[in-house]
């Protein structure tokens, strides 16, 4: 009995030597939208070659796990990722990783494995990344995008809402520039704005776990006086309309003259670099004492006196 039980547990201890032994291992730091990933499928104490594992890749819209093929044409539908196949491991490379595309689980599997013993632990890949900041104004009802300059009447409040698309939410700062002070929100709230209010104010936003990843965005805010405070931002629109329909004028005109001036210097360089007249296009010239005559193509018999 006592043998038996050796046998079996040697037996078990076989098989269990047998099984494919698969991990997977990706970057050791956190990933950065556009960084270049790579992923390892690595085999040990086993007997399999990477010619029989493949990568695998979770999709949540399908609820399940899809193989990543070599063919070419399944890699291009994936661009950018490359799978290498080498003695000990097979690779995933992806030159420039993004959220939608690569973000997820992947696992390494063997080709012809259906137990769970037989594939990897999941992987979990995460990108990290942040937009661009974008300004509103949300002082009224309606919220108005703000691009770089924004006109407030004098007494009136103000309210500049900082916002951008992260893979965590981040944190906001608002400061003016020549200011020492610094707030910690989303929003920038003026309460009835004087003259010296205005000026330039930056908002900044922070990833919370990564401190390099970082935006910061710059707008002016200039006060008009309260005296037809309406009447003053339309003649300041109407100012700044003029002014670039100014300079849009004296461009063209600088094309115009430009242009000008240089089909006249084309044209009096062709008039100069005429070549020497062809004496074999002339005609036969007539001389005073000669006694010949042209030949007539009109039916005049009268002769010259």
Not at 236 to 261: E, F, P
Request: aromatic share 8%; proline share 4%; net charge neutral.
């Amino acid at each position: 009995m006592r043998g038996f039980i050796i046998f079996a547990i040697l037996v078990i201890a076989h098989a269990h030597n047998s099984i494919a032994t698969l991990v997977i291992k990706g970057p050791d730091k956190p990933v950065l939208e556009n960084d270049e990933v790579t992923l390892e499928c690595l085999l040990s104490d086993s007997e399999l070659n990477t010619s029989q594992v493949h990568f695998e890749k979770f999709s949540k819209y399908m609820n399940k796990w899809y193989r990543l093929e070599e063919e070419p044409m399944y890699l291009l539908c994936i661009p950018g990722v490359i799978l290498r196949r080498e003695p000990s491991q097979l690779l995933l490379s992806i030159r420039s990783i993004h959220s939608y595309f690569y973000q997820g689980l992947y696992r390494c599997v063997a080709d012809n494995a259906t137990a769970t013993d037989n594939s990897s632990q999941p992987l979990a890949i995460t990108v990290n990344y942040m937009r661009e900041l974008s300004m509103y104004d949300v002082s009224s009802s309606s919220r108005k995008f703000i691009k770089e300059n924004l006109l407030v009447t004098l007494g009136k409040d103000v309210e500049v809402e900082c916002s951008t698309t992260a893979s965590e939410a981040p944190q906001y700062f608002w400061q003016k520039y020549g200011e020492d002070w610094i707030v910690p929100s989303s929003k920038l709230r003026l309460k009835n704005v004087r003259m010296e209010d205005g000026g330039d104010y930056t908002c900044m936003a922070e990833h919370p776990t990564l401190s390099s990843l970082k935006k910061s965005s710059t707008i002016s805010i200039t006060v008009l006086p309260a005296t037809n405070g309406r009447l003053n931002q339309a003649w300041y629109d109407s100012t700044n309309l003029v002014l670039m329909t100014s300079v849009a004028g004296v461009v063209l005109l600088v094309l115009i003259l430009s242009i000008t001036v240089y089909l006249v210097r084309r044209a009096k360089q062709a008039k100069n670099t005429k070549g020497p007249i062809d004496d074999h296009s002339q005609k036969k010239p007539i001389y005073t004492a000669s006694v010949e005559s042209l030949a007539s193509t009109s039916g005049d018999k009268q002769p010259l006196v």
